[in-house]
């Protein structure tokens, strides 16, 4: 791959992004419009996220990759054998060897420090979008502070069916200002959010970026008589048998037995080699 | 226990493997050429290249070769090499009055000066099976006379048949767009206020925006709504520009003028001072006339709809013509009918076939931990109906 630079993009093209990223971090949750490369890999399968990485990747950098809380999910794996194959850095499974971590669906469970970077994968970066279609209109009702649509469609949902009815992409709103949609994690990460890690978000297909520079405040939209709660599954993870993480469910039989697993592979992973640990 | 499913990198791989194997089909059948592809099966060349942005007839074929076919995905492949690029510049527009035709028909008038020329078009072929092509060996029929059409055609200037329009003030002048300005219907002044020529005028004109450069954001002028149109993709236009014949943003249009030909593309060489041929190019370009009674801010006169595409591609470059037409009603002082065609933001953001199908395709990509907050809340809030109706049922 040598006729490719390092990390795929070319020098012009990552400073480009590395703007988009700095004004983002100076703005937080402000959508900051870039000029989105084709990436040699499908809009919608993280060239957002991929984008972000190769700007931000040095070459001593390690690089995680999960997709649904796991690093063996073939999306996962194939934007980790990407970068090893353009930019030739180390990847790890474990959070906290970690340097740089793409996701797409989730926070880790683990937390993370002030050396690492969370990066996200966007599909749909614009909160209003289902409630305008319209970029020029969502634009202005940011530049206004114009969220009272957000807060009647939370109130609806309410009304309708006793609770609000949005279980990922839960709206937040960044320092009391703009409103920000955390890519489609459960809302039982939300909460992670306020975080000693930068955390950027890239939308390469709706070409945006987006950032939250480290402890930012980011509150999960509610109303003081229905305040926001991070829901998971009740049941204990079948592997590691813990209650307190995010938790997968899968059917082990033709009868539909169900059985809860957790989403993050390698938080489950290391609470059993600590089990082992003890026991031994 | 359930043990999770484990081997992503290894199935990966196998799926590559088999992939490369069915690519290849039946060991027995000769393996097609690049070549073959990019001399036989030269419109989906032009297609891949149009829609790509990158105009290499060698890459293209090589592309939906890769592809197997498919020309989206060949097409990606394009965008996706064409990105890597290093952007030394901008060529000179191309003056496509000096274009060396293999086609050119008007059907708004009989006989015009560079005549009409039919060149290789399916219009008035049968559509029967040639059966012929099925058997083995070159079938072709020979040419009854051996002069080609663009040897025939008058190597000189063929004027745009708009142009004779022009002279009589029955159409719209064809100016250079300033960015943002035209979106202003406030301000009144928009249209043939300079009488620019027709001609000329195209290398007098603001640096026109470039989406591959620079985010696509609204309003978006004239200049990047046709660089968007020129890649879109060609199903999605025919659809649109279909619309707004069967009265979905009406805009009455003829074909002023439809020709394909080669044409070369110059550079400005800043150490020479001067410009200098690069390459030549095939492009179709389809200008179309539109009837127009007038607005509050327009003279009743003929409208454009400007149509420009790599390869030869009449279908693209006519649909292109008809939707670039129906976008500009704000200009022109029209109503919005609430057309699609018309809606400038929602053709934009839609017809880029690249990001419409990665979206589309992406949905296949795993979501358990979304599905699984869903199917949380479903449970919830179906347990509280379920209980709800319980208590109304034992009330009653």
Redesign the interface.
């Known amino acids: 791959m040598s006729d490719?630079?390092f990390a795929?993009?070319?020098e012009?093209t990552k400073r480009m992004i590395r703007r988009a990223i700095l004004k983002g971090l100076a703005i937080p949750g402000y959508q900051v419009?870039?000029?989105?490369?084709?990436?040699?890999m499908?809009?919608?399968?993280g060239?957002g996220g991929v984008q972000v990485t190769a700007s931000c990747l040095h070459p001593q950098d390690v690089l995680k990759v999960i997709?649904?809380?796991?690093d063996?999910?073939?999306?996962?794996?194939?934007i980790r054998?990407f970068f090893q194959r353009v930019a030739g850095v180390n990847v790890t499974d474990q959070t906290g060897k970690a340097t740089i971590i793409q996701t797409?669906?989730?926070i880790p469970e683990e937390e993370l420090n002030e050396d690492q970077i969370l990066v996200y994968q966007v599909?749909i970066p614009e909160p209003l979008r289902f409630l305008e279609p319209?970029?020029?209109e969502t634009r202005k009702m940011h530049a206004l502070e114009e969220y009272g649509l957000m807060h009647v469609k939370l109130y609806e949902d309410i009304s309708r069916?006793?609770?609000i009815?949005t279980?990922?992409?839960y709206p937040v709103q960044v320092e009391g200002r703009y409103m920000m949609d955390p890519s489609?994690?459960?809302?039982?990460d939300n909460p992670k959010m306020e975080m000693p890690a930068i955390q950027l978000f890239g939308a390469g297909?709706e070409?945006?970026i987006y950032a939250l520079p480290p402890y930012t405040q980011v509150v999960s939209l509610d109303f003081e008589d229905y305040p926001f709660e991070a829901?998971?599954?009740q049941g204990a993870c079948?592997?590691c048998g813990a209650t307190h993480t995010?938790?997968?469910?899968?059917i082990?039989d033709d009868e539909g037995t169900r059985?809860f697993?957790c989403?993050d592979?390698d938080y489950c992973a290391q609470r059993v080699a600590a089990q082992k640990g003890e026991a031994a | 226990m359930y043990v999770a499913v484990k081997g992503g990198e290894r199935a990966i791989d196998a799926a590559h493997d088999w992939l490369a194997e069915q690519r290849r089909g039946d060991k027995s059948v000769p393996e097609l050429s690049v070549p073959q592809i990019r001399e036989q099966m030269a419109l989906a060349v032009g297609r891949v290249m149009a829609e790509g942005s990158l105009y290499d007839p060698d890459l293209a074929a090589l592309a939906i070769k890769q592809a197997r076919g498919d020309l989206i995905e060949a097409v990606f492949l394009i965008r996706a090499y064409r990105t890597t690029l290093p952007r030394f510049g901008y060529s000179n527009p191309v003056e496509t009055s000096e274009m060396l035709c293999l086609r050119r028909v008007s059907a708004t008038f009989k006989d015009l000066p560079g005549g009409q020329v039919l060149g290789p078009t399916f219009d008035y072929t049968h559509r029967l099976l040639d059966f012929k092509l099925a058997a083995d060996g070159d079938s072709a029929a020979q040419p009854q006379q051996t002069q080609n059409s663009a040897e025939s055609t008058d190597p000189s200037t063929i004027p745009h048949v708009t142009s004779f329009l022009n002279k009589e003030g029955l159409i719209e002048k064809a100016e250079p767009t300033v960015p943002g300005m035209q979106d202003k219907p406030e301000d009144g002044s928009n249209s043939a206020q300079n009488s620019m020529q027709d001609t000329g005028s195209r290398f007098g004109g603001p640096e026109p925006a470039d989406l591959t450069r620079e985010p696509l954001e609204f309003p978006a002028d004239r200049s990047l709504r046709l660089q968007s149109l020129a890649r879109g993709d060609e199903g999605f236009l025919l659809g649109l520009a279909y619309s707004t014949q069967r009265g979905y943003g009406r805009t009455h249009a003829f074909i002023g003028e439809l020709r394909i030909g080669h044409l070369g593309v110059e550079m400005d060489v800043p150490e020479l001072g001067f410009a200098i041929e690069i390459g030549e190019i095939l492009l179709t370009e389809v200008e179309s006339v539109n009837q127009f009674k007038g607005s509050k801010t327009e003279p009743p006169q003929f409208t454009r709809g400007y149509g420009l595409v790599f390869g030869q591609n009449e279908r693209k470059g006519i649909s292109m013509s008809l939707v670039d037409r129906a976008m500009r009603w704000r200009e022109l002082g029209e109503e919005f009918s609430g057309a699609p065609a018309q809606d400038i933001e929602f053709v934009l953001s839609h017809s880029d076939n690249i990001q419409a199908t990665g979206f589309l395709e992406h949905i296949k990509l795993p979501h358990y931990v979304d599905f699984q907050a869903e199917l949380e809340m479903i449970r919830k809030i179906r347990a509280e109906a379920m209980s709800a109706q319980a208590t109304q049922e034992a009330a009653e």
């Open positions: 490719y630079n795929y993009l070319d012009q419009p870039f000029a989105s490369r084709e990436m040699p499908p809009y919608g399968w060239t997709d649904q809380g796991a063996d999910t073939t999306n996962a794996v194939s054998k797409r669906h989730r599909p319209r970029e020029t069916h006793g609770q009815a279980s990922y992409a489609p994690i459960p809302k039982f297909r070409q945006r829901s998971k599954a079948a592997i995010y938790l997968d469910e899968v082990i059985e697993i989403s592979t």
